[in-house]
Every structure is written in C-alpha cells, then in structure tokens.
C-alpha cells in the first residue's frame, strides 16, 4: 500500500456535506457548496469569482448573453444588473432583443407544455401552428406579438435610422432601447434590458443580428429605404472598450456567438481576461466552442495565464440567478 507522504497527486481534503437549515440564504448555500464537489463546487468558485469581479472598482465586465433567456424568465435579472452598473458591455443576440423589446411594449410570453400528454409532439406542434403559437420548448409566444414588434420597429425605430443611412448595429439596438422605454409608459411590464443599457449607456452589440427577427425585419426595412447595417463597425467600439480596460472580467451565459465575441475581443489588445465565469449546459468533449473551457480559450491568449475562471455545466436558468444573487449578497447588496 501508498505511504500517504509518498502521494504526488492525492491531498488530504475531505468532501464536506453540504446542510440546508431553516432560514439559509442564497449566498450561505453557495458557500456550503463549496465544500462539496462536481457542479456545486463549481458554482461556489464561480460565486467567488464574480463577486471579486463585481467588488472591484477596476474591472471592466463584458457580459455574453445567449439562449432563450427572455422567453424563460431571466430578463429583468439581466436588465437589473445593466441598471447596478454590473455591466459595461453587453453582447448578445437579435432573438434576445427581439423577445425583449416584445415585453417592453406589452406583449408576454406563457407557460406552456413541450407536448401534450395524449398527443405525439408532432401533432402537438402542428395543433399550435394552426392555432399561430410559437413553441420554445415549454413556453408558448402568440405570433401577433411579432406583428406588434414589427409595428414598433416601422413606427419608432427604423425612420430615424434609415435617415442617417448606415449606421452600426450598436446604433440599431441604442435605437431600438430607446423606442423601447417610450413604448413602455402605462405597459404593466418591465422597460426591459435594451431600455435598461440605453438609460444607463451601455452598449448591446448583437454581431449576428440577422439571425433574428430583429434581423430580418432591418433587412426588409432596407428594401424601400437607406437603411444599412455596417457589421464591422462595432468592433471599433468594444476593441476600444477592451483596450482602455484596467482589469477586465468576462461572464459568459450560454454560448455561440455572443460568447466567441467577447471572449476574441482581447485578442486585438495587449490585454487578456482576468476574471471569467462560463454558465452552459454544452460538453467539452465535442470540440465546439460553446461547451469550452475557459482553460481552452487561456490556451489562445483570451485569458490572462493567472486569471480566475471557471465553467459551470448546468442550465442557465438555474444557475445564473443563484450566482448573481449570491454575489450580491457577498458584495453586500
């Protein structure tokens, strides 16, 4: 048998059970996790990490926000930490904004079922056709949402737009915040996140806009107008945002482009990351950038060599509010 002394790897460090007592708060959960293993350590570093990351004056926090994020309930988290100057600048997806300007003029999304229990999900997804429902998983989105979203671009959004001509598309989505939070008086909701970051000044850059309804409906736009999207522009903005940064920290949700955006950001700097969380559900084994690990994007320069990271694999919805409501209780909010 191994004399212990002898071990290289091995290190005396008993797993700890993890109690739940009456009255327990969010941030003593996490700090109990950390004495546990798999997901749940991982959640307890990343708590650690992105309060430091919060707590610091001089970082600069690029937030990546992909997925259906909107549809599952987390926007007004997200547009509160815009709103707490816990973002600096936001990268994510038209669908995202799509479903969020939805919101913000009055138009909600409902619970809803994957399939119904005496249907084949076939026939249950053609049923909501006919019945003109979107399906996202278990949450259901009438489709004259997006004839109202539609309106609101031609009305509020585009004509400004279209008469400077091209513009970038850090403009369309200040534009569309802005169009938002007027369209939100007297709407029993939530402004929401675009109207959060133009209130606040703080850029949404959507690099893959036209994967989106969003998307589509500027291109269609720009049929009958002078409105153009310049799709490199913004990389003037976030480069510069990137380059002026003391201390930099990534928090990645989900995965895609919002989450190659930010994380290549760093590459056109003589900086990298600092600090970087990851929240996805994708594997790593499978090679794609979605489920790799923060080590992997260090391997590329993305990241400091002493940064702190770490990748929690869960699903967002679950782990994003704990991280972020443990946090703000570490930081005393």
Do not use: C
């Not at 941030?27 to 798999?38: I, K, N, S, V």
């Amino acid at each position: 048998m191994t004399d212990e002394g002898e071990r290289e790897e091995f290190q005396h460090d008993p797993i700890g059970h993890v109690a739940v007592e009456p009255g327990m708060t969010v941030g003593e959960l996490a700090t109990a996790y950390g004495d546990a293993g798999f997901g749940a350590g991982d959640l307890a570093e990343a708590v650690d990490v992105y309060a430091e990351m919060l707590e610091r004056e001089d970082v600069t926090t690029f937030l990546g926000l992909a997925g259906a994020m909107v549809p599952a309930g987390m926007r007004r988290l997200v547009a509160d930490l815009v709103r707490d100057g816990h973002v600096d600048a936001l990268v994510t997806t038209g669908a995202i904004l799509t479903h969020d300007a939805i919101e913000a003029i009055g138009g909600h999304h409902h619970h809803g079922r994957a399939a119904a229990p005496d249907t084949s999900a076939r026939e249950h997804d053609e049923t909501l056709r006919e019945e003109g429902v979107d399906r996202i998983y278990d949450v259901y989105l009438p489709q004259e949402h997006f004839t109202a979203f539609e309106e609101h671009l031609r009305a509020a959004v585009f004509p400004d737009l279209a008469a400077e001509g091209t513009v970038s598309i850090r403009e369309l989505t200040a534009a569309l915040g802005r169009a938002n939070a007027a369209a939100n008086e007297g709407v029993d909701a939530d402004p929401g996140i675009a109207a959060a970051a133009h209130a606040h000044d703080v850029p949404i850059y959507a690099p893959a806009v036209q994967d989106s309804i969003l998307g589509i409906q500027t291109w269609v736009y720009g049929q009958t107008s002078d409105l153009r999207l310049d799709a490199l522009a913004d990389m003037d903005d976030i480069a510069d945002q990137a380059f002026d940064a003391e201390r930099a920290g990534a928090l990645v949700v989900g995965g895609g482009v919002p989450k190659n955006y930010v994380l290549q950001t760093m590459l056109v700097t003589p900086h990298a990351y600092d600090y970087a969380v990851q929240l996805t559900m994708d594997p790593p084994r499978t090679g794609g950038l979605s489920g790799a690990t923060l080590d992997e994007a260090r391997s590329w320069g993305k990241l400091e060599p002493e940064a702190r990271s770490v990748s929690v694999y869960a699903d967002a919805t679950i782990t994003l509010p704990l991280l972020v409501a443990a946090a703000r209780e570490r930081i005393g909010e």
